[in-house]
Structures are given as structure tokens and as C-alpha cells.
């Protein structure tokens, strides 16, 4: 059990998939159930007892500046600033990191909604984080129960809770929900520039350093416009 007080909060996407609703405004800021999509991402964060986070802008980013600057949350906001060049998520999270000070962070997808079960899902992946073990420990959840989602898995768990990838031609039992707790050990010797978290997931994979733990709440993927309505119609009977 480890006390996490900084996240990182990757909202620099293009959200091409959301179109026409990004075309005036970044992704992280289409409202879902009358709420900003990354405003639901802030109030759990809060409930974990955050104190600082750390958001990447690229596209429209003045609106999510902007955003960020009338936020009613207690956190300290940091921005790291990829308008010259889109980083990726790999790439995104090594520029970010001379941002965030502590050793142990939460990286989250800032287009991630979902409910937790009975316990925050933030304190369950400080909980459960063993340093001598670990460089990442990934929020998994069911691919039967996500919300909206229609692939074939991500991962799978052995009985130790490290992970592996899905297997060509085959469905894996388990979806990412973008929520992970990483050390910076997991980011170095990165490569430079913009590059996938792929690439660092693998090696932490071979060196067994890479688990997972399976999420109790629901979760929804809310990737286009038409998964917005039964999203807020599962949300509002939850």
C-alpha cells in the first residue's frame, strides 16, 4: 500500500473518431451525462486523495487550458505543452515526467468513464502495488463487460496477476480501461520522440514487471458520438 498524490492525465488525442462534436472542442471536453468527459476522470481523482496533476495539450488546447484554469478541484495543475508536436502516449508520458515528482504516478486516458465498485479504483491499484515487483499495474476489466466495446481483448492474467498480450487470432479475457500506476522506471531509456506505450508495456512484459488487476465497476468505452446516449442511459440507472 503506497500513498499516490500525482497523475498524469493524457488528454492531447485528435479524437477523430468523435467527430463532428471535436471539431470545435478537444475531446476531453464532450459532455457526458452534463459533464465534461475529463471532469469525471478529475472527481475520482479527488476522491483518491490527488493532489497533483499533470494534463497534455495538443490539439485545441487553449479550450483545455481554459478548462483547466476555472476547474473547481483541489489539485495543482500542471500542463505539459506538446502544441509543437503530438508525442503519442509513450512519447507523451516522457516529456511529461520532469513534471511529476514523485517516483509512483497514476496515468490515466482522459476519455475513460466508468463507476467503481466498492472501493475507489485509484487506492485498489495503490493497494495492491508492490515496488519490489513492479514497473506497471494496469486497471484490467472483463471484455464481456465493457460497455460499448466490441475488440477482442487486450490482455491476459496469469494466477500472479501478470499480464500478457492477447494471442494473434484470438480473443484475450480482459480490456485496459486506460488507467494504469506506473514507476518511472517503466520510462526509462526510452526511445525519443513520439512512440506508442506499447513499446514500453512489451519489455516490461518480458521482464515480468508488468501486472494487472481486474476492475469490479463498470466501464465504458466512449469513443464516437453514438456511445454517448447509452452511456448516460447505463450511468443514470447505475
Not at 512512440?195 to 466512449?222: K, P, Q
Amino acid at each position: 500500500m503506497i500513498a499516490v498524490k500525482t497523475a498524469m492525465v493524457m488528454a492531447a488525442g485528435l479524437g477523430t473518431r468523435m467527430r463532428p462534436l471535436t471539431n470545435t472542442r478537444p475531446k476531453p471536453l464532450v459532455e457526458v451525462a452534463g459533464k465534461a468527459m475529463i471532469d469525471h476522470c478529475f472527481d475520482k481523482l479527488e476522491q483518491a486523495g490527488v493532489s497533483t496533476v499533470v494534463v497534455n495539450t495538443h490539439y485545441l488546447p487553449d479550450a483545455l487550458e481554459s478548462h483547466l484554469a476555472s476547474a473547481d478541484y483541489p489539485f495543482e495543475f500542471r500542463v505539459s505543452d506538446e502544441r509543437l508536436q503530438l508525442m503519442e502516449t509513450g512519447g507523451g508520458l516522457v516529456q511529461a515526467q520532469q513534471l511529476i515528482d514523485e517516483d509512483i504516478f497514476f496515468s490515466i486516458n482522459s476519455d475513460n468513464l466508468w463507476t467503481d465498485g466498492a472501493e475507489n479504483s485509484f487506492q485498489r491499484l495503490a493497494d495492491d502495488w508492490n515496488d519490489n515487483q513492479m514497473d506497471g499495474l494496469l486497471l484490467l476489466v472483463p471484455r464481456d463487460s465493457a460497455y460499448n466495446y466490441n475488440g477482442a481483448g487486450d490482455f491476459e492474467l496469469d494466477e500472479m496477476g501478470r499480464i500478457s498480450r492477447r494471442k494473434p487470432e484470438s480473443r484475450a479475457p480482459y480490456v485496459w480501461t486506460g488507467i494504469q500506476l506506473l514507476s518511472k522506471r517503466f520510462l526509462r531509456d526510452a526511445p525519443e520522440g513520439p512512440f506508442s506505450t506499447n513499446i514500453l508495456w512489451d519489455r516490461a512484459i518480458g521482464e515480468d514487471r508488468l501486472f494487472g488487476i481486474v476492475h469490479d465497476g463498470d466501464w465504458f468505452e466512449v469513443g464516437s458520438p453514438d456511445a454517448i446516449e447509452p452511456t448516460e442511459k447505463a450511468l443514470a440507472s447505475a
